[in-house]
Each structure stands twice: as structure tokens, then as C-alpha cells.
């Protein structure tokens, strides 16, 4: 993905990137982004749960207009809090840990 954010961002058009793998992130080294320390496959969050995955476009958002500086990482502290997430029982709604949302933090 930071491959194509580069060309993106060579025609003037700023990009945000939203990553669960930090090391690749670091690797590719795109020109912004956000990690979040969640289960692979979720970078937005659990399925059908659009609170979630509204607070972390937001926080992406936030990150793409206060990054200063190229190849930037934002940590996003919030904890993925369903342990059995390949639990094909459980509640796809689950819950993670927005309280940052809507502070600018």
C-alpha cells in the first residue's frame, strides 16, 4: 500500500494508511499511517461494528492532517478486547476500547 500512496502523493493528493502488521509498515515505509495492534484481517475492526469502525477512520483522519513528518506511525493505543475472535460463536458485534474518540488524542 505505501507504494501506492507515494504515487498518490507525487500528485499533490495527501494519503493515510491504515496498518495492523507494523513491521511491513516500517519495511514500505508509506508516507503516513496508523498502526493498530488488532488481529489480522481487521484493520478497521469487528465486523458489524460500525462505531468502531467509524472511530477509526476518525483517528485516521485526525493522523493525516497531524503528521508533520514522512513515514510517520501513529500508535493507536486501543486494545482489540475479544480474546476468541475465530470463536465461531461469538458475537461478531464484540467491543473495543473507543474512549479516545472524538478527543483528538
Given at each position: 500500500m505505501g507504494l501506492v500512496q507515494?504515487?498518490?502523493e507525487e500528485s499533490g493528493i495527501p494519503t493515510i494508511?491504515?496498518?495492523?502488521?507494523?513491521?511491513?509498515?516500517e519495511t514500505v515505509k508509506p508516507p503516513r499511517s496508523i498502526f493498530l495492534k488488532w488481529?489480522?484481517?481487521h484493520p478497521l475492526g469487528?465486523?458489524?461494528?460500525?462505531?468502531?469502525q467509524?472511530?477509526?477512520?476518525?483517528?485516521?483522519f485526525d493522523a493525516l492532517?497531524?503528521?508533520?513528518?514522512p513515514?510517520?506511525?501513529?500508535?493507536?493505543?486501543?486494545?482489540?478486547?475479544?480474546e476468541t475472535?475465530?470463536?465461531?460463536?461469538?458475537?461478531?458485534?464484540g467491543s473495543v476500547d473507543t474512549s479516545c474518540r472524538g478527543t483528538g488524542a
Open positions: 507515494r504515487v498518490i494508511g491504515i496498518s495492523i502488521v507494523r513491521q511491513y509498515t488481529p489480522f484481517g469487528e465486523p458489524f461494528n460500525v462505531a468502531q467509524r472511530a477509526v477512520l476518525r483517528k485516521a492532517f497531524s503528521i508533520q513528518v513515514g510517520e506511525i501513529v500508535d493507536v493505543p486501543w486494545k482489540w478486547k475479544r475472535y475465530h470463536d465461531e460463536n461469538a458475537d461478531p458485534r
